[in-house]
Every structure is written in structure tokens, then in C-alpha cells.
């Protein structure tokens, strides 16, 4: 393992045990289906490379480095795309209990959930907004002006500083820090075109 990738380790692990987080647990949900470029899962407080086919397991930590693009195939049939330089939290995936959580703290991601209406809670967070899922497709984009959510497919519900949007497919809210969401709207194809990119593994 190179120089440089050792250091990006450090920095990762670093920045996650910095961030208050649920008890981890051990259960495998899904596997690595695709990627391309490094990959770091932080497992408790031990980071690894990912690699195709990797387990995904409850309570990981994901990061992609510069330029790298992941994929996860949840055990359930769902899943959730990370685009580059992005973090995400896999707080809790319990298809059985109808409870899913992630956290994405850094970036851009894309999740699609199997039988939407089973979920009895099923949500992806930022700093700024939580959209929880009346879907079965949507994309959560993370930067420092704000949270973006944009609905592929279904309908979402997005809520921040106490307020709550119902977004339809093809619409998309932008939140910015410590404001509610703004209205709802139908984004162009250039704005969509550029978030899916984003989210799309070749």
C-alpha cells in the first residue's frame, strides 16, 4: 500500500472517530457490486480497502477518493450508488424491521430502494435536511452551500429547520444551512444529466 494511500486512510479514520455515531454492528447487508478507484471502508475504528465484492455490513463508513464511484448491492435487492470524494454512513439497514438510516456526510449519492412501501422508516440525512422515502429512487447531493434532493422515481419527503416538502419525479429542492427547504421544482435536463453522472458507475 502506497505512501499516499496510507495517508488518505489516516485522514478518513481520523475525521469519522471525530463524529458521533450509533453502536456498530456486525450483520452483513450487501456487497460491493461495482467501483472504480480506491474505496475506503472504516469498520468499528479498523479501515480497509474495498474491492469487488467486499461485504458491506450495518454501521460501516464509506469513503470514495478522487474520482472513484461505488456501488452497493443491498441482500434485500436495493441499492445505492456513492459518487467521487463522497462519505456516507450506513447507520442502519434492517429490511425486516423496516428501518433504514444513512448519513451522508460528504458528497453525492444515489439510492434505490426495493418495495418502498415496506419500509416503515427509510431516510438519508445530511447537516442540513433529512429525505425520507416515499420512493424507490432518489439522489441526495451534500456540498458547503447546501443539501440538493432530486427525485428518479416515487416521491420523497424532504424536511429541514422544522419544515417538510413532498417532491414528485422530476423535481428536485435545494436546502440551504439552517433554512428549510426551498419549493420544489422540475430541473432541467443539464442539472439531471449532472447529478446521475455523478451516480452512475461506467
Known sequence: ????????????????CAMPRAAQADERIGEVSGLT????????DTPA????????HSGDFVRTMEGAKLSIAF??????????DSQVSMTQFA???????????????RVAIQRAGDWRRFTVGTRHAVASARSTEWVMDLTRE??????????????????????????GVDVA????????????????????????LP
Open 95 to 109: 429490511p425486516e424491521e423496516g428501518e433504514g438510516v444513512f448519513d451522508l456526510l460528504e458528497g453525492i449519492l
Open 49 to 56: 480497502a474495498l474491492f469487488l465484492g467486499a461485504a458491506i
Open 75 to 84: 441482500d434485500d435487492g436495493s441499492e445505492l450508488v456513492l459518487g467521487a
Open 146 to 171: 447546501g443539501t440538493a434532493a432530486f427525485v428518479v422515481e416515487g416521491r420523497i419527503a424532504v424536511r429541514a429547520a422544522g419544515q417538510e416538502v413532498l417532491l414528485a419525479a422530476g423535481e
Open 177 to 200: 444551512p439552517d433554512e428549510a427547504p426551498g419549493p420544489p421544482t422540475e430541473w432541467g435536463a443539464a442539472r439531471v444529466d449532472e447529478v446521475l453522472a455523478r451516480t452512475t
Open 1 to 16: 500500500m502506497g505512501r499516499n494511500t496510507l495517508l488518505l486512510l489516516a485522514m478518513v479514520l481520523a475525521a469519522v
Open 37 to 44: 478507484g480506491p474505496v475506503v471502508v472504516i469498520r468499528g
